[in-house]
C-alpha cells in the first residue's frame, strides 16, 4: 500500500513570491491535516480536513495561507506571497475512521521550504 | 490548550537504555502517542496509550500515568539507527483526531 505522497521535496523561492505543495493520502483515508514544522520543534497542525471540508482551520494564517480538498482525496496548501518566516517543512498526513483503536495518523515526507 | 513538556536532547550508548519523558496539562485527555522522527524524514508511529499502564512492543515500550499527566517512552537494546527525535502528541478528548506535539527529544546514541 502506498503511503502518503506530497510533492515537491524541496523548493527554495524568493520572498514575496507564491508557492504551492500537493499532498495525496492514503487511499480511504477520510482525514487529511497540514502541519508546519519548525526546525527542532513538533509539528503544528495548520488545518484539518474531514473529505472536503475543513473542520479545523484555526492555526491557518488566512491572510497568506490557502487550502483545498475539492473531491474529498488530494489536497494542496498555498502561500502567497511567502514570508522569510515561513521557511518550516511542511507535513501532510492523513487518517481513517476505521482505524478505531488509534485513529494513526500517517505522515509523508514533507515539502521543505526555503524562502529567501 | 495544551502545553506539552519532553527533554529537548538527551544522550546514551549503543546497548544500553533510555527513557524519554513527556509531561502534559491538557482539558481532555484522549490519548497520547509516541512518534520516531529520523532527520529529513517523516514522523512515523511508535505506540499509543489512552489508559493507564505500559504498553510494550519489541524493544519499545511506552507508560502512561493520566493522573500524573505523564508518560515516558523507554528503549532498551539501543541501536545506532535509534538516533532520531521523538515526538509525544496529546489528543483531546473533544477535538476530533486533533494531535498537539510537543517539541520532540532528540536521541543520540554514541557507539
Known amino acids: 500500500e502506498a503511503g502518503v505522497v506530497q510533492s515537491p521535496r524541496y523548493k527554495i523561492i524568493e520572498k514575496k513570491q507564491p508557492v504551492a505543495f500537493w499532498c495525496n493520502p492514503i487511499?480511504?483515508?477520510?482525514?487529511l491535516y497540514w502541519y508546519r514544522q519548525n526546525l527542532g520543534q513538533g509539528p503544528e497542525l495548520l488545518i484539518r480536513y474531514e473529505n472536503e471540508e475543513a473542520v479545523d482551520d484555526s492555526q491557518l494564517p488566512k491572510d497568506r495561507f490557502s487550502a483545498e480538498r475539492l473531491k474529498g482525496v488530494d489536497s494542496t496548501l498555498k502561500i502567497q506571497p511567502a514570508e522569510l518566516g515561513d521557511s518550516a517543512v511542511y507535513l501532510c498526513?492523513?487518517?481513517?475512521?476505521?482505524?478505531?483503536?488509534?485513529?494513526?495518523?500517517?505522515f509523508g515526507p514533507g515539502t521543505r521550504l526555503t524562502v529567501t | 490548550g495544551q502545553n506539552i513538556d519532553q527533554p529537548t536532547e538527551m544522550t546514551a550508548t549503543e546497548g544500553a537504555i533510555v527513557q524519554i519523558n513527556c509531561t502534559y496539562q491538557t482539558s481532555g485527555f484522549n490519548g497520547l502517542f509516541w512518534y520516531q522522527q529520523h532527520a529529513g524524514e517523516a514522523p512515523t508511529f511508535l505506540s499509543y496509550?489512552?489508559?493507564?499502564g505500559l504498553e510494550e512492543k519489541g524493544r519499545f515500550s511506552s507508560f502512561l500515568s493520566r493522573s500524573k499527566g505523564y508518560s515516558y517512552l523507554l528503549l532498551k537494546e539501543l541501536q545506532m539507527k535509534d538516533s532520531a527525535s521523538y515526538l509525544c502528541a496529546v489528543r483531546e478528548g473533544n477535538a476530533g483526531n486533533m494531535l498537539t506535539f510537543g517539541g520532540g527529544t532528540r536521541l543520540m546514541v554514541k557507539p
Open positions: 498526513a492523513s487518517s481513517s475512521r476505521r482505524d478505531r483503536t488509534t485513529y494513526e495518523q500517517y
Open positions: 496509550n489512552v489508559l493507564d
Open positions: 487511499s480511504g483515508h477520510n482525514t
